[in-house]
């Protein structure tokens, strides 16, 4: 017999699959919907380096549950597709001048190849591309359906620029640098500066997309993160009137609360270096301290200001305000980690009952007031002040106190006027309803989600279709002219004033209407997430040219029953892409809340990488490995630490899955990377396990050199058959492809005690093989006697008889405890058990001297004792 043959198979498959359309779905409507399954992967931006082996751990995952639910009677939709705008390909273009159009769709092609080598059984007739001008005129249709709701609008806002390379560049491509904020691109300083922008209202929605959480069947990982992006808080927006003598007159700073409880303890304000009344109220010799201030603050990005581990920093503006309840005056200062977009923009700093404002406080030397204490201490029915818990003490004269560390929970409110002894709920409520009683706060909610930017200066993105009137009117472009398609450009370099380059191409730019009115189209473009917020509803329909989607495959095939892709996108493309799906439920184009009804993070596939003493690390081909596990920087000479590392085009680790299939074949990489551990664990490749996976489907290959018996096969072989199928049966359900494989491996090595081989056991081995490696089993389905392809034969059922072992082991306990354990048949009965309980030996030392006053047995599993004595 030939050595496994997997270069010929696979190819033969392959072509198959694509000539007979064997994984086209069409909606079949005597289906009952709990038959059908909508399985979706996050499609891939299709860049130049093609895809990794870490890409297609999440599509193998998928295509053998898909393969597993065909086999079960499943009607599948498994679509792929491709996330074709975005900033690379533009860069590219910018560099070079080749169109992003070019490079893009030359990506795709070699995304597309490589896909298809490993054998994914995706339905190609549904791909979706989109920068394809058929796909984005449906994604500015929803967007004017956004508009029309009043959901966009634009607003000048700070964005990153950078003047040398004279664009506008998103967070992501500005890095934190010792010298400041730097250009991913060039390493060139950038600063913030406003600029026009349109916005879609996400926040609008916010409450929605908070309590539809909790139907989805989606990690808690994930939800949590969801719900502390959104970040609802119910408190108080309360105003502290501005001292005599600073500002305007009736001029206040309004804060947001979540504990307005704790008003009494508010010692000082602290206010966002771009808050509105900055200027106004900084005396003149605080001025070239906050002008410095605010001046480097506009070098960092929200996250650093947020960094809940940085130092507090900040200055003093010289102003104050009176703290409206104890009609104290108390400073104003403004610090960067609170942000302009977040609330009002301004906190009242509580630093007894607030780590950040403890943090502050301590640094800058600022009166701390205990208002809440964790229990009250009663005398003769009078509420006294704190009742001195650790060092923490009141001191009467002014209300300031000594504290080794701020309190930060519920408790008692102390300090705090009529409202002393309160519970903390108690309090927040009568401060709350006392604040509107006086008129000077409210209660209110507030998040921490802001909306969201959407749009980008750049050519390769979707144009935005809107029209901009010359007296000042914004008006739609007509739905029937859509798309608005890209104009072909002379450069795609931006045009230094912060415009897309499509501001500089005139004849596309200037519109007049059919009624005389003259203006100018949008030139921003939509960003790259655009796309991605509704891909999943154009798979349903992709060929349609009267709507996005037919009304009756929406209702046949969503929600998505199983999304499956990187926890890198567990906030933006989920959140944004639940935003939008919503929209089109609340103007009944989808008949369902929520998208995706299950989601499942694969973990990441890492590689090796080597790292400095001082943690950054050295690309793979810079180093020299001398003596065992002994790794020197060639450039340097420093010894160093071999480490698990993200794959990288930079660190020269990223694994080449093209190499892995030319030389193991497609069903040897399938299997290794689900063999590698649990689906949703991150886990080192190493190529040495692609070789043992190998060496299986070798010997799996092997066995139909044995001589083929059609009789039947001994029980026992029977038994692991049985147990086989139950397990992987049970295993593909629940995505525990690692441990499924474990058993058909198991199986084979029974197999091979074997002199001939039973089809009794190939068959429906071959059957449960057939989702982890396609390629191999049709082809020895094939070899075995059969025409029709197995992609939907019958997944076999297990003889629940010969899953259960005839021996079990029972325990015995002895009061509880577990002192031996004995082998038995199955079924063997209760007062057999107790006298076999009663011989053994290890039992009959721990009754010496004891009295036996119960014993219990149970049929197949324990014989428990109760002695006493």
């Known amino acids: 017999m030939r050595k496994y043959p997997f270069r010929e198979i696979e190819k033969k498959w392959q072509n198959y699959w694509e000539e007979n359309q064997t994984f086209r779905v069409d909606e079949d409507p005597n289906v009952p919907k709990n038959k059908r399954a909508y399985v979706l992967d996050m499609f891939p931006y299709p860049s130049a380096a093609g895809l990794h082996v870490g890409h297609p751990e999440g599509y193998t995952a998928t295509d053998i549950y898909c393969r ?36 893009t769709e030359e990506n ?96 609008a929605y916010a409450d929605r997309l908070l309590e539809d959480l909790d139907g989805l069947d ?65 005396s003149q010799a605080q001025k070239a301290s906050v002008d410095a201030y605010v001046a480097k603050t506009s070098l960092k990005s929200d996250l650093e ?59 800058f030397d600022l009166a701390i007031v205990e208002v809440v204490v964790p229990h009250i201490a009663t005398s003769q029915g009078k509420i006294p ?80 279709p809107l029209i901009h009137l010359d007296d000042g009117s914004i008006v739609p472009v007509p739905y029937e002219q859509l798309p ?81 892709g990187g926890a890198e996108h567990a906030v933006l493309h989920l959140l944004y892409a639940r935003f939008w799906h919503k929209v089109l439920y609340d103007i009944g184009l989808v008949s369902c809340k929520e998208p995706f009804q299950r989601l499942v993070n694969q973990g990441m596939i890492t590689s090796f990488s080597y790292q400095r003493k001082d943690g950054s690390l050295v690309p793979t081909d810079e180093v020299s490995e001398q003596g065992t596990e002994q790794f020197v920087e060639k450039a340097t000479g420093e010894l160093l630490q071999r480490v698990v590392a993200k794959m990288s085009k930079s660190l020269k680790n990223v694994v080449n899955p093209d190499e892995i299939i030319q030389e193991f074949g497609a069903d040897s990489m399938r299997l290794y990377e689900m063999f590698m551990g649990p689906l949703t664990m991150s886990k080192p490749w190493a190529s040495q396990g692609v070789v043992g996976i190998h060496r299986f489907l070798d010997r799996v290959w092997r066995l139909s050199e044995k001589t083929m018996d059609r009789g039947p096969a001994p029980k026992e072989l029977m038994r692991v058959l049985h147990k086989s199928i139950k397990k992987v049966d049970d295993d593909s359900k629940n995505l525990d492809f690692n441990t499924a494989i474990s058993q058909m491996m198991i199986l084979v090595n029974e197999m091979y005690k074997h002199d001939i081989v039973y089809l009794q056991i190939m068959e429906p081995f071959l059957l449960i093989l057939a989702p982890y490696a396609p390629h191999i089993a049709e ?32 325990i015995v306990q002895v009061n509880g405890k577990l002192r031996s354990e004995f082998r038995v048949s199955r079924g063997t009965s209760a007062a057999e058990l107790e006298a076999l309980a009663l011989k053994d030996e ?15 047995a149970v049929v197949d599993k324990i014989v428990n004792l109760v002695v006493a004595g």
């Not at 001029?251 to 303890?265: A, I, K, M, Q, Y």
């Not at 400073?331 to 607030?354: E, F, K, N, Q």
């Not at 006697?785 to 297990?798: I, M, Q, T, V, Y």
């Open 68 to 103: 597993y639910l065909r086999m079960k009677g499943y009607k599948v939709l498994h679509p792929m597709g491709f996330d074709s705008f975005g900033l690379p390909a533009e860069t590219y273009a910018i560099k070079t001048g080749t169109h992003p159009k070019k490079t």
């Open 108 to 203: 795709i092609e070699k995304f597309r190849q490589q896909i298809r080598s490993l054998g994914f059984s995706y339905d190609w007739n549904r791909e979706v591309c989109t920068h394809n001008p058929e796909y984005y005129r449906w994604t500015q249709w929803i967007f004017l359906k956004l508009w029309e709701k009043g959901l966009a609008y634009m607003a000048e806002i700070p964005v990153w620029y950078c003047p040398a390379l004279s664009t506008v560049l998103a967070n992501e491509e500005v890095l934190n640098t010792p010298e400041g904020p730097r250009s991913e691109r060039g390493m060139h300083p950038v600063d913030r500066r406003p600029l026009r922008q349109w916005i879609l209202k996400i926040t």
């Open 218 to 282: 989606w990690p808690e990982s994930i939800k949590t993160m969801q719900r502390n992006w959104i970040g609802r808080s119910e408190g108080a927006n309360v105003r502290f009137p501005l001292a005599s003598g600073f500002g305007k007159s009736g001029d206040s700073v309004e804060v947001f609360t979540t504990r307005p409880d704790t008003l009494f303890g508010a010692t000082y304000l602290v206010v966002a270096p771009e808050h509105r009344l900055v200027a106004s109220i900084t």
């Open 305 to 363: 200001r947020t960094d809940l581990g940085k130092e507090k920093t900040g200055a003093f503006t010289g102003a104050y305000a009176v703290n409206p309840l104890t009609k104290q005056e108390i400073p104003i200062w403004i610090s960067d980690y609170i942000l302009a977009s977040y609330g009002t923009g301004a906190i009242m700093a509580v630093p007894a009952h607030d780590n950040r404002d403890w943090q502050f406080a301590k640094t």
């Open 385 to 464: 002040n704190a009742d001195g818990v650790g060092e923490r003490f009141v001191a009467s004269a002014d209300q300031t106190c000594t504290m080794t560390a701020c309190y930060t929970e519920d408790g008692f409110a102390v300090n705090s006027g009529d409202f002393n002894g309160l519970p903390t709920a108690d309090a927040k409520q009568k401060v709350g309803e006392w604040l509107e009683k006086i008129g000077i706060g409210k209660r209110t909610v507030n998040y921490k989600l802001r909306d969201w930017i959407f749009s980008r200066q750049r050519y390769w993105g979707e144009p935005i």
């Open 484 to 564: 608005l398609q890209l104009p072909e450009v002379e450069s795609f370099k931006p045009t230094g004033s912060g415009d897309s380059p499509l501001a500089k191409v005139e004849s596309w730019l200037r519109v007049t209407l059919p009624d005389g009115r003259s203006g100018t189209r949008e030139t921003n473009t939509m960003p790259q997430w655009a796309g991605s917020c509704w891909y999943y509803l154009r798979y349903l329909d992709p060929h349609n040219t009267e709507t996005f989607a037919d009304q009756k495959k929406i209702d046949y095939w969503l929600p998505v029953d199983l999304y499956v």
């Open 779 to 810: 082809e020895l389905w094939q070899m075995i006697g059969h025409s029709e392809s197995l992609a939907f034969a019958k997944f076999p059922d297990f003889d629940q008889n010969l899953v259960l072992d005839d021996e079990l082991t029972i």
């Open 842 to 856: 290890k039992i009959a030392v721990h009754l010496l001297g004891k009295k036996l006053l119960k014993v219990i």
